[in-house]
């Protein structure tokens, strides 16, 4: 068998090119979509954390408000508030503000909100409790 011609190489390069430049182009393209997402991932991941930690401290701010103004008198009506506002404080007090990877983040987030909501009403308290975004809008 004779060997090889020079042609031969030079045909199977272009040949092999193409799948060369797609695998070449596959790992670049990948590396890169990948330093893309992780940098996407971060800034979503803050910005979502901020709001839920703005929100939970709202939700302490104002169970620390009306714990202190309650008068601490043992009647039924201001006792019941009073439980409601250590309960939804505990809650907060309790929450994993450290570990994004808990599994029941947005369970304990949930517990909280309606903590919240069954203090405000509870409470008989006034104002507009509804956030920029207009999360509890439907207790106006």
């Not at 060997?3 to 199977?12: T, V």
């Not at 947005?106 to 509804?130: A, M, N, P, W």
Request: net charge negative; hydrophobic share 30%; glycine share 14%.
């Amino acid at each position: 068998m004779a060997a090889p011609s020079p042609g031969s190489d030079m045909f199977d390069e272009i040949v092999m090119a193409d799948d060369r430049f797609h695998g070449e182009g596959y790992q670049e393209g990948y590396a890169e979509g990948s330093q893309a997402g992780a940098a996407e991932g971060r800034r979503y991941g803050a910005l979502h954390g901020a709001k839920i930690g703005s929100e939970i401290g709202s939700y302490l701010g104002f169970a620390l408000t009306w714990q202190h103004l309650l008068p601490k008198c043992t009647d039924e009506k201001n006792s019941k508030k009073i439980r409601a506002l250590d309960s939804l404080i505990g809650m907060i007090q309790k929450f994993p503000y450290g570990d994004p990877t808990y599994e029941k983040l947005q369970d304990d987030l949930e517990k909280i909100r309606g903590k919240f909501k069954q203090s405000y009403v509870c409470g008989h308290y006034q104002g507009d409790i509804t956030s920029e975004d207009g999360d509890l809008g439907e207790m106006k």
